[in-house]
């Protein structure tokens, strides 16, 4: 079976499971924990790691998940990984976060600059897409050093780039176009 299949179902059940018991919000928190400790490279080692008993990752992804996590989020990831579904579990976790924000309304907006930005400038461009967009805006900075200057602004999947890297590939490609590269 399709591997985004297999994620996209478990996570319709959490999902559904979740919004009927009225526990969506706690389950969305944990859900992005999941997703970000899921990206990191050792974590992905060790869930792919078949030395490790089955068990033993499925006790640490929990532990990783933290203390206050709902008793929903701790029976899925049991439930994941006594399904031979572990390596699953980062992409689940994604899709619960994208159904909760369709069913929300929440956009999400992130900021990629290359020095992080000042509370003020935080808030002024939180309230300017509040005002642009109907919903709920959840807001993430990123800080990212290669974009030089400038600053990269994603809404959902659109996204606009007004770095000094973007200008200064431009005018790369525009000088190795026009004959002037260096060879």
């Known amino acids: 079976m399709n591997a985004s299949k297999i994620a996209v179902r478990y996570a319709t059940a959490l999902f559904s499971l979740a919004l009927e018991k009225n526990v969506l919000e706690r389950v969305y928190r944990d859900m992005k924990i999941?997703?970000?400790?899921?990206?990191?490279?050792?974590?992905?080692?060790?869930?792919?790691?078949?030395?490790?008993?089955?068990?033993?990752?499925?006790?640490?992804?929990?532990?990783?998940?933290?203390?206050?996590?709902?008793?929903?989020?701790?029976?899925?990831?049991?439930?994941?990984?006594?399904?031979?579904?572990?390596?699953?579990?980062?992409a689940a976790a994604r899709n619960v976060i994208d159904l909760t924000r369709r069913h929300r309304g929440i956009r999400e907006v992130t900021l990629t600059t290359a020095v992080p930005v000042g509370e003020s400038l935080r808030k002024e461009m939180a309230l300017l897409m509040e005002e642009k967009e109907d919903g709920e805006i959840e807001f993430i900075e990123q800080i990212d050093e290669s974009v030089i200057g400038g600053f990269i602004l994603r809404v959902d999947d659109a996204y606009i780039d007004a770095s000094v890297r973007n200008r200064l590939n431009r005018f790369r490609k525009e000088f190795s176009l026009a004959g002037y590269a260096e060879e």
């Open 34 to 90: 999941i997703s970000r400790i899921s990206s990191m490279e050792e974590v992905k080692e060790m869930i792919g790691n078949p030395v490790i008993p089955l068990q033993k990752r499925k006790e640490i992804m929990i532990t990783l998940t933290g203390d206050d996590a709902d008793a929903f989020t701790v029976r899925f990831i049991g439930l994941m990984f006594e399904q031979g579904r572990g390596e699953f579990l980062g």
